[in-house]
């Protein structure tokens, strides 16, 4: 840790040391806040949230910033993914494939429209049509790595100064709308069609709220810790081979497919040196995804720097208002409709507010803290990544292109 032109630089140990710290800061405020589990807000969102204002607040009074060293938190993201493959099933995956299919038509349409509602909105204010879309999918479903990469685009073709931190204020305000938006929308359609899981199952990440009670051994914990490790290891030979043949993945993704095989294809007969079975939908897997994912998003709310994007606010607080509202009367109108009516695609909802406004990880904590409040719904943690941390990426790309002909 050192002090450095008015920024406080912390080093990765402290970094994941706060990370943990504002986890159990958002589970003790959404013990004492009962609204914030009624409406299943993410515990890193409330956690994350809080301390961030707070560092934008000692940043207002004092001029010092805080900086954090932020590698470890891939490496959570990693974790997670592959539990989530280590709990998927070929039954799941062949039950989702129409699902799969109809939740990728209507993201495709949601793409299109976020993006025309962004241009409809910067062009009533008088602004260039390519900041409106940089207030689209550049930023929201396509995160703070999409709006860096198309920055320069819109800055040299279009004249857009300021677009790279356009897009990542779009991008940090998207996660957090996306954070706080899923939670309630699945309240909402739980309650108003009386939904229930169609069976009590253990959770893919964490425990009910009513199981906090739950044992877990130590040796089912480093069984789960070995089989992660080993479906990383393949997760990572998998990601060179794909690279090698020209298709680029995230890493998490590779994982996660990796976890699939492990959990699907080997051998049920062949000997573990644990003793063990595999632990697919184990207490063990559900804690190991539960800490990781908890940790990674608090860990990216706590780090926002809020006050470089104060002076930004402005017209963009209009076109994500306008995007916000768009995004939720499509989830209720359209695609828990499309998806089936049913609980599952009331956590699909919540999924899909995070990934529209945010991000996968967002999407998966969201399902998360609904299914942690009302019961499990396996498919919806398989369909939703593969939807937002793979397909929705290529689909953006190609929209982005054509947009961007038609305005210019």
């Given at each position: 840790?050192?002090?450095?032109?008015?920024?406080?630089?912390?080093?990765?140990?402290?970094?994941?040391t706060?990370?943990?710290?504002?986890?159990?800061?958002?589970?003790?405020?959404?013990?004492?806040?009962?609204?914030?589990?009624?409406?299943?807000?993410?515990?890193?969102?409330?956690?994350?949230l809080?301390?961030?204002?707070?560092?934008?607040?000692?940043?207002?009074?004092?001029?010092?910033?805080?900086?954090?060293?932020?590698?470890?938190?891939?490496?959570?993201?990693?974790?997670?993914?592959?539990?989530?493959?280590?709990?998927?099933?070929?039954?799941?995956?062949?039950g989702?494939?129409?699902?799969?299919?109809?939740l990728?038509?209507?993201?495709?349409?949601?793409?299109?429209?976020?993006?025309?509602?962004?241009?409809?909105?910067?062009?009533?204010?008088?602004?260039?049509?390519?900041?409106?879309?940089?207030?689209?999918?550049?930023?929201?479903?396509?995160?703070?790595?999409?709006?860096?990469?198309?920055?320069?685009?819109?800055?040299?073709?279009?004249?857009?100064?300021?677009?790279?931190?356009?897009?990542?204020?779009?991008?940090?305000?998207g996660?957090?709308?996306?954070?706080?938006?899923?939670?309630?929308?699945?309240?909402?359609?739980?309650?108003?069609?009386?939904?229930?899981?169609?069976?009590?199952?253990?959770?893919?990440?964490?425990?009910?709220?009513?199981?906090?009670?739950?044992?877990?051994?130590?040796?089912?914990?480093?069984?789960?810790?070995?089989?992660?490790?080993?479906?990383?290891?393949?997760?990572?030979?998998?990601?060179?081979?794909?690279?090698?043949?020209?298709?680029?993945?995230?890493?998490?993704?590779?994982?996660?497919?990796?976890?699939?095989?492990?959990?699907?294809l080997?051998?049920?007969?062949?000997?573990?040196?644990?003793?063990?079975?595999?632990?697919?939908?184990?207490?063990?897997?559900?804690?190991?995804?539960?800490?990781?994912?908890g940790?990674?998003?608090?860990?990216?709310?706590?780090?926002?720097?809020?006050?470089?994007?104060?002076?930004?606010?402005?017209?963009?607080?209009?076109?994500?208002?306008?995007?916000?509202?768009?995004?939720?009367?499509?989830?209720?109108?359209?695609?828990?409709?499309?998806?089936?009516?049913?609980?599952?695609?009331?956590?699909?909802?919540?999924?899909?507010?995070?990934?529209?406004?945010?991000?996968?990880?967002?999407?998966?904590?969201?399902?998360?803290?609904?299914t942690?409040?009302?019961?499990a719904?396996?498919?919806?943690?398989?369909?939703?990544?593969?939807?937002?941390?793979?397909?929705?990426?290529?689909?953006?790309?190609?929209?982005?292109?054509?947009?961007?002909?038609?305005?210019?």
């Amino acid at each position: 840790m050192e002090l450095l032109d008015g920024t406080l630089k912390l080093d990765t140990f402290l970094t994941v040391t706060l990370g943990i710290v504002v986890l159990f800061i958002g589970k003790q405020l959404n013990q004492v806040v009962p609204a914030f589990r009624e409406f299943s807000i993410p515990e890193p969102v409330t956690g994350g949230l809080l301390v961030c204002i707070l560092f934008t607040l000692i940043y207002a009074v004092t001029g010092v910033g805080v900086e954090f060293n932020l590698g470890a938190r891939d490496v959570l993201l990693v974790y997670f993914f592959t539990t989530i493959g280590i709990n998927a099933s070929f039954s799941d995956l062949l039950g989702g494939g129409k699902p799969l299919l109809i939740l990728l038509a209507a993201t495709v349409i949601f793409m299109i429209l976020q993006n025309f509602t962004g241009i409809g909105v910067a062009t009533a204010l008088g602004l260039e049509p390519a900041v409106g879309l940089l207030g689209g999918t550049v930023s929201l479903i396509g995160g703070h790595g999409t709006s860096i990469a198309w920055a320069p685009i819109f800055a040299e073709k279009y004249g857009i100064s300021g677009a790279a931190e356009i897009g990542i204020a779009c991008a940090t305000f998207g996660l957090v709308l996306a954070s706080l938006m899923g939670g309630p929308i699945a309240k909402y359609l739980i309650t108003r069609h009386d939904l229930t899981p169609e069976a009590e199952e253990t959770l893919d990440i964490g425990v009910k709220q009513e199981d906090r009670g739950i044992d877990v051994h130590y040796m089912d914990v480093l069984d789960a810790i070995l089989s992660i490790h080993i479906c990383v290891i393949i997760g990572v030979l998998l990601d060179k081979a794909l690279e090698n043949a020209g298709v680029q993945l995230p890493l998490f993704v590779s994982c996660l497919f990796a976890g699939i095989l492990m959990s699907n294809l080997r051998p049920k007969a062949l000997p573990r040196i644990t003793g063990t079975s595999w632990p697919s939908r184990t207490p063990a897997i559900a804690l190991i995804a539960d800490v990781s994912l908890g940790t990674f998003l608090a860990m990216s709310l706590m780090s926002m720097k809020l006050w470089e994007l104060v002076s930004l606010a402005g017209p963009l607080v209009l076109i994500l208002g306008a995007q916000v509202l768009v995004a939720a009367m499509f989830i209720v109108f359209i695609v828990f409709r499309v998806m089936g009516k049913n609980y599952e695609a009331a956590v699909v909802s919540a999924g899909f507010g995070g990934f529209s406004m945010g991000a996968t990880p967002t999407a998966m904590a969201n399902m998360s803290a609904v299914t942690k409040r009302y019961g499990a719904c396996h498919q919806a943690f398989i369909i939703v990544p593969l939807v937002g941390a793979f397909f929705i990426d290529i689909a953006n790309v190609i929209i982005i292109q054509q947009l961007l002909s038609w305005i210019g």
